[in-house]
């Protein structure tokens, strides 16, 4: 009898989680939001990613079998000018030609204070992949479950920017995002 990895086992349910969510979204994109907020020369600009999709599923008797996948256009960053977002969709920005999602796949969720998870998970940009750990606050609007959260990632781990621009834009990203379901 022939044994198989538990990763393999692993990456195959993940695998066909991520589908299932790009064909069957839970999440209400309409209602939902992604914001990157970064500073230029000092000054904070919010960047809203205009597209994505996703999946949570989540049942708050059994948070720990919470999951999450979320795919982001990486062309839909929105810096508020169409000069500025073609400009930031360019190889040495977001290379969205190249690479046009951006992805988050949970990992694990682990229940904090009340109302509270935090999620560890895999996120992928520019052909990267980086483990981040960060809290979500989970919340009921009506009968929609919301999920609000941030965590930050560098321009430069993901090779976001030209580096004529590092003393004008600083290294850090917020990502926050809102998530309706």
């Known amino acids: 009898m022939q044994r198989h990895s538990p990763w393999i086992s692993t ?26 907020t970064f500073r230029q020369e000092n000054v904070p600009v919010d960047a809203p990613l205009k597209k994505f999709n996703g999946r949570i599923d989540y049942n708050p008797a059994q948070p720990n079998a919470a999951k999450a996948a979320l795919e982001v256009d990486t062309a839909s960053l929105d810096i508020g000018s169409p000069d500025y977002n073609a400009e930031v969709a360019k190889k040495e920005w977001m290379d ?32 990267k992949t980086q483990t981040l750990t960060f809290p979500v606050s989970v919340t009921k609007s009506g009968t929609a479950t919301v999920f609000d959260g941030s965590f930050e990632i560098s ?20 990502v926050r995002f809102h998530m309706v379901e």
């Open 11 to 36: 990456i195959a349910l993940t695998a066909a989680f991520v589908a299932t969510a790009a064909g069957d979204p839970t999440i209400d994109a309409a209602k939902s939001s992604i914001i990157a």
């Open 96 to 127: 969205s030609a190249t690479y046009p999602k951006a992805s988050f796949i949970s990992t694990s969720v682990k229940p904090g204070a009340a109302g509270h998870l935090d999620a560890t998970g895999t996120f992928t940009m520019k052909g």
């Open 155 to 174: 321009r430069a781990y993901f090779g976001i920017g030209d580096k004529e621009w590092n003393d004008v834009v600083d290294d850090k990203v917020k």
